[in-house]
């Protein structure tokens, strides 16, 4: 076993533990626990978030133990770094990795669970949602940020985002899901587009964050929303050939 906590939780080391150690048997299911289950757990005045990953297939069972790191340490190592960058995400608290002769069997990682008001989903799929241009606009020049300092989110999905208002007309992001991520000197101009591209497949959107994008970035509106949208529909095209090729693989497993 191999159990990392951040300086800043060392005095609840023993809670944390106790509260891996039952994860099974305790706590509040977050969300529907298909792939990756979450559960949450009150402590004083806290509500803290436990993420237990899926169990890895063999290859990946021997994979996160001796050549790359596993999915829990990736999160907590890189919340850390975001933190220290000045990019918001769920505080990080600890990671835990079990192990047996062959590799990893389970691993956990322990965030400060967070409460806000929206993800970045709600703007694609209700567009009369309150101040929802002002949240979009925000949101670009949150993301212009990540790029400006090197950080490449590779799971840069609507749900990944978490919205939450902070005063008038004023928004702070949080990143989640944090195990895939690349960080550069920099980034040049077709890395940044197409890291947006799984955000939304609505072309009213693109146009409003390539504008915005635009009044940052040495490139006009016009050429940044070329890009973004090239990237978008890219991403679009290959996301519904990936489904439909899942779904003759069921008809024909079926």
């Given at each position: ?197 799984r955000l939304t497949p609505k072309k009213e959107m693109i146009a409003i964050m390539s504008e915005e994008y635009a009044k940052f970035y040495p490139q006009s509106k016009e050429i ?31």
């Amino acid at each position: 076993m191999k159990y990392v906590v951040s300086p800043l939780f060392s005095a609840f080391d023993a809670k944390i533990q106790e509260c891996i150690l039952t994860f099974q048997s305790s706590g509040i299911l977050f969300g529907n626990g298909q792939r990756n289950k979450i559960k949450l757990f009150e402590w004083d005045d806290k509500t803290i978030n436990i993420k237990s990953f899926k169990i890895p297939n063999l290859i990946n069972k021997i994979a996160y133990r001796y050549f790359r790191k596993s999915k829990a340490r990736r999160s907590f190592e890189y919340a850390t770094t975001l933190l220290e960058k000045g990019i918001g995400t769920p505080q990080p608290i600890a990671y835990l990795e079990n192990y047996n002769w062959l590799g990893l069997t389970s691993s956990f990682y322990v965030s400060e669970h967070l409460v806000t008001e929206l993800t970045f989903r709600e703007l694609v799929e209700i567009p009369e949602y309150p101040e929802n241009e002002i949240i979009l606009r925000q949101f670009t020049q949150f993301c212009f940020d990540l790029h400006e300092k090197g950080i490449e989110f590779l799971d840069h999905s609507p749900g990944n985002t978490l919205i939450k208002k902070v005063g008038d007309q004023k928004y702070a992001f949080y990143l989640v899901d944090l195990n895939r991520m690349n960080f550069h000197t920099t980034m040049d101009f077709d890395m940044r587009m197409k890291n947006l591209s799984r955000l939304t497949p609505k072309k009213e959107m693109i146009a409003i964050m390539s504008e915005e994008y635009a009044k940052f970035y040495p490139q006009s509106k016009e050429i940044v929303f070329e890009k973004m949208w090239f990237f978008t529909q890219d991403f679009q095209q290959k996301f519904t050939k990936k489904k439909r090729l899942k779904k003759r693989l069921k008809f024909w497993k079926a």
